[in-house]
């Protein structure tokens, strides 16, 4: 999945795995792990992650390449945030011709900075389930234990948009080239963004 932060690709990432039975590799849930349970690279990634930076292209590599040698992959992968930077992608690419996989589709989420924006201020994650929630437009069920992730801060989240346009903006390139880059207008509601990159997974 492709996209500016608080594009949509976390939440649509989950419905596609769960639908078709893939794993939903998602780095930043992988990272957010490490830092709750206070692992050596929990301590090296929090502040970074805290500052909306991006986690270097070797760590986040080597956790990638860790999870995709477990058995649950084997199936097919939802890679959602990742990759990031040409650097990962380009290693991605040397992980999958060595596994034998091969990239089938890059939903790539377009929505506007002012969307980008108001989605995050409003974004909230219910503990239990992990499901992701927006208080005005998909607003939580009355008993679910929400927090905000401390990188949604505004400061944090203008570091995210800087790191997005310079990193992770060239990959939209990078991908196109490869041919397996489709458009999905983000600005629609979540089940219609669904229901289209469904429709483009049949096709392949
Ligand atoms: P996310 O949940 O995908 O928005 O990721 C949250 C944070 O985790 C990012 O702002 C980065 O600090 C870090 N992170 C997640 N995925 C990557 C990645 N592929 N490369 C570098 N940093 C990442």
Known sequence: MLGAPGAGKGTQAKQIASKHGLAHLSTGDMFRDQVARNTALGELVGPIMQAGSLVPDDLTIAI?????????????????????????????????????????????????????????????????????????????????????????????????????????????????AQGVLKEFDGALPIEEVFSAIEASLTDL
Do not use: W
């Not at 589709?105 to 377009?110: K, Q, T």
């Open 64 to 176: 990638v390449r860790d999870r995709l040698q477990q058995p649950d992959c084997r199936v097919g992968v939802v890679f959602d945030g990742f990759p990031r930077t040409v650097a990962q992608a380009q290693a991605l690419d040397q992980l999958l011709q060595d596994l034998h996989g091969k990239i089938g589709l890059v939903p790539y989420i377009v929505v506007t900075d002012e969307e980008v924006v108001t989605r995050i201020s409003g974004r909230v994650t219910d503990q239990k389930t992990g499901q992701i929630y927006h208080l005005k437009y998909n607003p939580p069920p009355a008993d679910a234990q929400l927090f905000q992730r401390p990188d949604d801060r505004e400061e944090a989240v203008r570091q995210r948009l800087r790191e997005y346009y310079v990193k992770t903006e060239p990959l939209i390139a990078y991908y196109r």
